[in-house]
């Protein structure tokens, strides 16, 4: 029985990391410079109504321990930021994205670099449909990244949608 046991989990890990290397074979040109990351980033989430997205592309942007984390004001008016995995972000918003169609696009990115570490201000327009003329918001994605020598790893997002009270300041909008 044990014997049984040990095979079974050995095919198991086997099979995962054979999963795992599929997964690095399709990927990871997706995420070998920057440009490509963030292209990816906002690809993977942006579709039509009834289009299915791919979360597994979605997922491998991430690293293991990502955050996003999105902040502004609450029903009562409390600034605030929830919290979430890539998992839970896909529980959370990924039906609702694929069921009422939903486009963010980069319209202005400002970089910084020290070392490994990449934080960019991303500024974006959404909208519902890929043919939509206006947005229905904007807003600036804080993406912090780290290069391990042969990918990005997205860390953390934390973003916050444009207000009456906080608009775009024109340094994060294209010139």
């Known amino acids: ?14 099979a995962a990391t054979a999963d ?6 399709k990927y990871l040109p997706k995420v070998k410079s920057l440009d490509s990351t963030l292209y990816n980033l906002y690809a993977v989430i942006s579709g039509e109504k009834g289009e299915k997205r791919d979360w597994d592309l979605f997922k491998y942007l991430f690293h293991a321990d990502a955050q996003l984390i999105p902040s502004g004001k609450n029903q009562e008016g409390v600034i605030g930021a929830r919290y979430m995995s890539p998992d ?8 609702w994205l694929e069921e009422n169609g939903f486009f963010e696009k980069e319209i202005y990115r400002k970089v910084d670099t020290f070392g ?3 934080q960019v201000f991303s500024t974006y327009e959404s909208y519902r449909s890929e043919k939509d003329e ?13 290069h391990d020598g042969s990918r990005y790893w997205i860390i953390n997002i934390y973003w916050m949608a444009e207000t009456a009270e906080h608009p775009l300041p024109e340094k994060y909008l294209p010139h």
């Open 134 to 146: 206006k947005p229905f918001a904007r807003g600036i994605n804080s993406i912090q990244l780290m």
């Open 20 to 25: 795992a290397q599929t997964g690095d074979q």
């Open 1 to 14: 029985m044990k014997k049984l046991i040990l095979l079974l989990t050995l095919s198991a890990f086997i």
């Open 116 to 118: 490994n570490i990449t």
């Open 88 to 95: 839970g972000y896909v529980t959370s918003s990924g039906k």
